[in-house]
């Protein structure tokens, strides 16, 4: 069982920037892909960006290369989102998932555990 706690989202000016973080229990942490996941108001969950155990594969969504950058710290089980450059359509409640096949795919079914979401706003 792994648990997983968001933290860092909130209010943010286009342009700005916010990191999310995310911490997991568990002693398998950094054998699990890790990704990202945002949810917008009448809208459906989309993928964001995704790591691999090892941190050495990342993979992120096209709308938000460039600007967004995932990556893990495995001695703190925690992963993290640093999301720059942000605009208006980015705010949604981004959720945390762990794979613990380590795929870190895309599609949100791969996903086995989910955390309980953090709103990002962003103000135009």
């Known amino acids: 069982q792994v648990q997983l706690v968001e933290s860092g989202g909130g209010l943010a000016q286009a342009g700005g920037s916010l990191r999310l973080s995310c911490a997991a229990s568990?002693?398998?942490?950094?054998?699990?892909?890790m990704g990202w996941f945002r949810q917008a108001p009448g809208k459906e969950r989309e993928f964001v960006a995704a790591?691999?155990?090892?941190?050495?594969?990342?993979f992120s969504d096209d709308s938000v290369k460039g600007r967004f950058t995932i990556s893990r710290d495995n001695a703190k089980n925690t992963v993290y989102l640093q999301m720059n450059s942000l605009k208006p359509e980015d705010s949604a409640v981004y959720y945390c998932?762990?794979?613990?096949?380590?795929?870190?795919?895309?599609?949100?079914?791969?996903?086995?555990?989910w955390g309980q979401g953090t709103q990002v706003t962003v103000s135009s």
């Open positions: 998932a762990a794979d613990s096949k380590g795929w870190g795919l895309p599609q949100a079914y791969h996903y086995n555990y």
């Open positions: 568990g002693r398998t942490f950094s054998s699990y892909a």
């Open positions: 790591i691999r155990g090892s941190g050495g594969s990342t």
